[in-house]
């Protein structure tokens, strides 16, 4: 099977949406995985709704599909990096992130997005860890539940340093969620050091919402680009035709919208590389 390819525009911070929409398009992607922010799109900006359909037409006439990201840094408050979360002790700061989620939901429902990707957040200190996984559980069983009212795949992404870290505290959290999958980012497992990426793809593969991946160094939170790591990637990208991965692979370069112009086209042409071998059989 062919495998799909998106770019992440977090990636893409110092272009124009749709510049970079368009840069995808020509390098050959296959959609776009779409950070919600004040740059590219802001989902409290006004006419969000009105402006969601519009760029549903043009990921439609481009022929891109998408996939919502959730991960902006200092969209709900510009003095705290990634706050408020699930995990807040403020009830009106995890209501906060609720609003944002089911807003994220509501716009992946307008552009059919295969999924939206989200994350846990990380307790703030004093805050008991206990009580941090029981304000977890509330939210998500509000995002899941409007996940499932608006048709939207809702997926939870561990992430390095966070409540919920690793795919096992996925496991954990999900259970009981039937509606909640896995936002699988395959260069977190070199950083936590759980399991090598590949298998992981084979061990989830019945719950994998969406999947992003990059390089990375054993050990280090930095995306890198590829060939700058220790990611074995043909060997991913082999269990994820082997398990029918059937959506699209996310690629997320956040550290490279310097580059981005080259970037898209040169991350893209190295994993159809990654391939060649296996389309001269």
Avoid at 186 to 211: D, K, M, N, S, Y
Wanted: charged content about 25%; some cysteine; glycine content about 10%.
């Amino acid at each position: 099977m062919n495998l799909r390819f998106a770019y992440n525009t977090n990636g893409t911070a110092s272009h124009r949406l749709h510049d970079a929409l368009d840069l995808m398009a020509e390098a050959g992607y296959a959609g776009v995985a779409l950070t919600l922010d004040h740059n590219h799109f802001d989902p409290f900006g006004p006419d969000w709704e009105q402006r969601a359909h519009a760029l549903g037409e043009r990921l439609s006439g481009l022929k891109l599909g998408s996939v919502i990201e959730t991960g902006a840094r200092f969209l709900l408050d510009p003095r705290a990096k990634h706050e408020p979360t699930l995990l807040s002790a403020e009830p009106e700061g995890r209501a906060r992130r609720v609003a944002f989620l089911r807003r994220a939901i509501d716009i992946g429902a307008i552009l059919g997005s295969e999924a939206v990707s989200f994350w846990a957040g990380v307790p703030k200190p004093g805050v008991d860890r206990a009580e941090a996984r029981g304000w977890l559980r509330e939210g998500l069983e509000q995002v899941v539940a409007h996940a499932g009212e608006r048709g939207v795949v809702a997926a939870l992404e561990p992430e390095p340093g966070m409540l919920v870290e690793t795919v096992d505290d996925y496991l954990a959290v999900a259970e009981g969620l039937p509606g909640l999958t896995l936002a699988l980012d395959l260069g977190h497992l070199l950083v936590t050091g759980e399991r090598q990426p590949a298998e992981a793809v084979r061990a989830f593969a019945g719950r994998i919402g969406t999947v992003s991946l990059e390089d990375m160094k054993r050990g280090e939170h930095i995306h890198l680009a590829f060939g700058e790591g220790d990611m074995d990637t043909p060997a991913v990208l082999d269990a994820l035709e082997a398990t029918h991965f059937a959506k699209l692979v996310c690629v997320e370069l956040s550290r490279d919208s310097h580059r981005a112009d080259r970037m898209i086209p040169d991350a893209l042409a190295y994993l159809k590389t990654c391939r060649a071998p296996r389309a001269a059989h």
